[in-house]
């Protein structure tokens, strides 16, 4: 389920507004700087969001490894 989907979801609870704003890369690395991550934190983030490793592309079964 993308972000937009999950706010369509929330939104259809009477009486629950919800926008989504999406952040630009600068927008949310300055965001991450802002809640105190180290920028090899912010770099590690950004790795896995643009180019994940193959492990963290398969989804295991409750207890595999």
Known sequence: MTP???VR???GVP???VRHA?????GTVARWHREGY?????AFFLTTRTGPP???????PDGGE
Request: hydrophobic share 35%.
């Open 38 to 42: 180290a920028d090899e934190d912010v």
């Open 15 to 17: 009486g629950r507004e």
């Open 9 to 11: 979801v929330i939104s």
């Open 4 to 6: 937009l989907d999950k």
């Open 54 to 60: 193959d492990a963290g592309r398969t989804v295991l």
């Open 22 to 26: 999406e952040l630009s890369r600068d």
